[in-house]
């Protein structure tokens, strides 16, 4: 799944008609590079859920079968459910019992298909060292286990990527909620993995940072 249902608050005026995943960096779309990733990890389904401005993102998309993709759509018409609701309103789209789930707005060069989540685990998570808009982190990671941050611990970033058992999204808070606080529940019960990439990782969600990006992708 990608998340692409955000209004973009941040990216304005970038984003007052273009969704934010359809900005370009480096001649192509932040969505669209997302896909390219998902169909090199072999992935064939994808689901993207979309609210304001959603019908540019399905007719620029279609369905995927350009990218090697079968495109399916959450539609959120009564406005965007935050990132955790997003997942939740798009169960009956997703199919089996674990599922990747994508922010829309991020590039990051993580082998996808690399991500695994362990047993008895309802989530294993990519992080990534703290950029400068998130200096003090999300979470801790503990020889595999993400924890909640104790003011003790280094913390990590979330990158927006990350394997999520169905299960995680059965007690859900209410309609509109964030992921990251499904995470955090989870993480205080031990129950989350993470790994810590190393690579090259952008949250594209200001006109600079995607500025910043475009700058990185088309090598300049």
Excluded at 148 to 169: N, Q
Aim: charged share 25%.
């Amino acid at each position: 799944m990608i998340l692409a249902a955000g209004r973009g608050e941040r990216m304005r005026p970038l984003s007052d008609r273009t969704p934010k995943p359809l900005l370009m960096a480096g001649g192509k779309s932040l969505i669209e590079r997302q896909l390219d990733s998902l169909a090199r990890a072999g992935v064939k389904g994808v689901v993207v859920n979309c609210a304001r401005l959603g019908g540019q993102i399905e007719q620029a998309l279609g369905d995927g079968a350009r990218y090697g993709l079968c495109i399916r759509y959450s539609r959120e018409s009564g406005g965007a459910l935050g990132t955790g609701g997003g997942v939740a309103r798009a169960l009956p789209l997703l199919r089996g019992d674990f599922f990747l789930v994508v922010n829309g707005d991020v590039w990051c060069d993580f082998a996808l298909g690399e991500l695994r989540i362990g047993d008895g685990l309802d989530a294993c998570i990519v992080l990534v060292k703290n950029p400068p808009h998130n200096p003090r982190g999300d979470f801790a990671l503990d020889d595999g286990a993400v924890r909640l941050l104790d003011g003790e611990s280094e913390g990590l970033t979330f990158s927006g990527i990350g394997v999520y058992a169905r299960r995680l999204f059965g007690d859900a808070p209410g309609e509109k909620f964030s992921l990251g606080d499904v995470l955090r529940r989870a993480a205080g019960g031990g129950r989350v993995g993470g790994v810590l990439h190393r690579g090259r990782w952008v949250d594209a969600g200001t006109p600079a940072r995607l500025a910043a990006l475009d700058a990185l992708l088309s090598g300049a």
